[in-house]
Structure formats: structure tokens, C-alpha cells
């Protein structure tokens, strides 16, 4: 089809590393240096790589890992998701192997 959109979920932690989050940490680094490498690799087919930083966000994982922390400070799953679909919409060739924030589409 000569285009396409691949989109990678990563993390704060996949650009700055954290005591204690080894793997985690390592495979979100993994996410965003494979966007950057398949925005370069198939830039000239048409395809766009991007990944997205959704944030703390109210779900079981990020509950077992602050335990501490009140759920209702966070947004929701689906507050998320609406900022995901706005990058989708809105996602161009220039932005292609570019990191995104939630803040960037909330």
C-alpha cells in the first residue's frame, strides 16, 4: 500500500532510566529506539513510526507499582486512549521516528 503507521508504546522510564525497573526500563528503550529505526529504514515506503509516552495512568500495573499513590490523581485508560487516537489523527511524515507525550494530545 505504500503507507502505514506503526505506533510504540513507551514509557518516562524508556528515556530516563530507574532504580529497580531494570527490564522494563531496557524494553521501553528498546520501543523508542525501534520507532526512530523503522522511521529511517521505511521512511521512503510510506511508513510512519512514532512512539507514545501515555503517562501514569489507573491500571493495575501502575498500582502494584506505587502502592502508595492515589488512583484518582491519574488519569483513566480511556483519557489515554483519546490522546492516542488525537496522534493518530494528526500524525504526518515529519513526525515520523519522534517520541510523543500524552500532554502533547490531551
Keep these: 500500500q505504500r503507507q502505514g503507521l506503526i505506533v510504540n508504546i513507551s514509557s518516562g522510564v524508556g528515556r530516563v532510566g530507574k532504580a529497580g525497573w531494570g527490564a522494563y526500563a531496557v524494553s521501553k528503550f528498546a520501543c523508542e529506539g525501534f520507532s526512530q529505526v523503522v522511521a529511517n529504514d521505511y521512511r521512503d515506503d510510506g511508513i510512519i513510526s512514532v512512539a507514545f509516552n501515555p503517562g501514569g495512568t489507573r491500571t493495575p500495573m501502575r498500582a502494584a507499582a506505587y502502592p502508595q499513590e492515589d488512583p484518582v490523581t491519574l488519569k483513566t485508560p480511556q483519557e489515554t486512549a483519546k490522546a492516542l487516537l488525537r496522534l493518530i489523527e494528526t500524525v504526518s ?9 500524552y500532554e502533547d494530545f490531551a
Aim: hydrophobic share 20%.
Design 93 to 101: 511524515p515529519e513526525m515520523s521516528g519522534k517520541s510523543f507525550d
